[in-house]
């Protein structure tokens, strides 16, 4: 269900929604979710200062209900 409601925001944030994509792993200490997108589209996932991935992680911290869940904004260049 998070994978989801994350892939909706993301997709809604960029501008080639075919290139979103939502890993999904169980950690020791919770779960991890990595979000890879186009190139172009990474500032805007991150936003000024960080605050669109500080938003994205309050909306999926909210959605969690009360589970650790960690968000990584993966960069496919490096």
Do not use: N
């Not at 929604?17 to 991150?46: A, W």
């Not at 669109?52 to 009360?66: W, Y």
């Amino acid at each position: 269900m998070l994978e989801e409601a994350l892939e909706h925001l993301v997709k809604g944030i960029v501008d080639h929604e075919d290139d979103v994509e939502i890993r999904h792993r169980e950690l020791r200490r919770g779960e991890l979710l990595e979000v890879r997108v186009h190139p172009d589209d990474l500032g805007r996932v991150i936003g000024r200062s960080g605050r669109t991935a500080g938003a994205l992680r309050t909306v999926v911290g909210a959605l969690a209900g009360g589970r650790q869940v960690r968000i990584d904004i993966v960069d496919l260049d490096r």
